[in-house]
């Protein structure tokens, strides 16, 4: 039993097992350190794992709590982090399940009117691969409301932005026409659908 992670890079080689303080507000600040000590990171340079290690070795102390090895799967406590240039840039097997329900009982003790309800089960999907009829949740200063994507966009500017393939909703109607309204369109690389 501990509160251990994996960290490891893209290319899944190597890892630092660390069985104590394998939470995201420790590993974030090992890995600024690191950087702010101007150490190249390990995706570049075998002495980038060499000075997180030691880094890591100084602030624990002792013989225990660190280890190095081949890449393997650690699906306990706080899954693998993967690090690029210092920064945390995925994480993998960690218990989302847990938070997920804890998110959800968090919302239920907000107000009826505040509460983020089936957005919590939705699924995140880059916005290619949206379809017509697809149900997503579009932030407005109401919170989150779920909306109908009901066509993609023209190769044509709308407040700016060009809208050519942009999927957009049936949320803000002018004159019969959605598609003459930019916050109809979704210009994010990825949207939340209802599952």
Known sequence: MGNRCLITTKAKDLAIYLHWNGGIESVAPFLKYC???GHRPPESDSYGWARLCQVIGNYFGGTNSIGISK??????DNGTYIIEKWRIVGREFNDIERMNAMLKDIDSQQPVDSQL???LDSSTVL???LKINDQVFIYNQNGYKKCTVIGFGEDKFVN???VKGLPFV???????KFDHNINNYITTQTAQRSD
């Not at 890449?71 to 306990?76: F, G, K, R, V």
């Not at 049936?170 to 019969?176: D, I, M």
């Open 170 to 176: 049936g949320l803000y109607e002018n004159n019969g």
């Open 71 to 76: 890449y393997h799967e650690m699906t306990e």
């Open 160 to 162: 700016g932005t060009n």
């Open 127 to 129: 916005i290619t691969d």
């Open 35 to 37: 950087e702010l000590q």
């Open 117 to 119: 309800g089936e957005f």
